[in-house]
T-cell receptor
Framework: ETGVTQTPRHLVMGMTNKKSLKCEQH?????MYWYKQSAKKPLELMFV???????ENNSVPSRFSPECPNSSHLFLHLHTLQPEDSALYLC???????????FGPGTRLTVL | GESVGLHLPTLSVQEGDNSIINCAYS??????FIWYKQESGKGPQFIID?????DKRQGQRVTVLLNKTVKHLSLQIAATQPGDSAVYFC?????????????FGKGTLLTVNP
């Protein structure tokens, strides 16, 4: 594997389900990011981790819970989501907190 | 609040022509401005950035122009190819230690006709 990978690529869940999104970076980076990309809205920064410590929570509802167990892996735990949370969730990484960020292909999430 | 926006949601060009994608920004304190390309089914891909103290920066077939007087950013693609078809986003960074905080525009869909 190279670059930034995300699994699953597609996910459909009900509002009462609990699911997790996984991101793995193979670039030796030490900062990782979660972004949300909704239809007709700009890409929005959600969370930022640097050296496995959360440094940014961009006013994200508590039904989204990030986890960064090591510098290569990032998770986004989801529970009791709303239909408006349906979006493409993108993970990115960088060397240090940097301008140049490398994105994964995203997980397309649909909440029914 | 601060925002980054794009003038044109779609742009259609003929193969071989030059393309110009425009962007307006509002945060004059941003340290960098960046262009990303997103192809269908993929994540955004970094194209080029420009520091706020520069007016122009060139890459391979791409040039970014920054006009701080009118807070305008543009991406020029020379000899546009079918592989350039994608959504292009401009983004601005925070300032100082917040450079990693990217604020994105809505995107422009570039379609290259053969």
């Amino acid at each position: 594997e190279t670059g930034v990978t995300q699994t699953p690529r597609h996910l459909v869940m009900g509002m009462t389900n609990k699911k997790s999104l996984k991101c793995e970076q193979h670039l030796g980076h030490n900062a990782m990011y979660w972004y949300k990309q909704s239809a007709k809205k700009p890409l929005e920064l959600m969370f930022v981790y640097s050296l496995e410590e959360r440094v940014e929570n961009n006013s994200v509802p508590s039904r989204f819970s990030p986890e960064c167990p090591n510098s290569s892996h990032l998770f986004l735990h989801l529970h009791t989501l709303q239909p408006e949370d349906s979006a493409l969730y993108l993970c990115a990484s960088s060397q240090g907190l940097a301008v140049s960020q490398f994105f994964g292909p995203g997980t397309r999430l649909t909440v029914l | 609040g601060e925002s980054v926006g794009l003038h044109l949601p779609t742009l259609s060009v003929q193969e071989g022509d030059n393309s110009i994608i425009n962007c307006a920004y509002s945060n004059s304190a941003s340290d960098y401005f960046i262009w990303y390309k997103q192809e269908s089914g993929k994540g955004p891909q970094f194209i080029i950035d420009i520091r706020s103290n520069m007016d122009k920066r060139q890459g391979q077939r791409v040039t970014v122009l920054l006009n701080k007087t009118v807070k305008h950013l543009s991406l020029q693609i020379a000899a546009t190819q079918p592989g350039d078809s994608a959504v292009y986003f401009c983004a601005e960074t925070g300032s100082g230690g917040s450079n990693y905080k990217l604020t994105f525009g809505k995107g422009t869909l570039l379609t290259v006709n053969p």
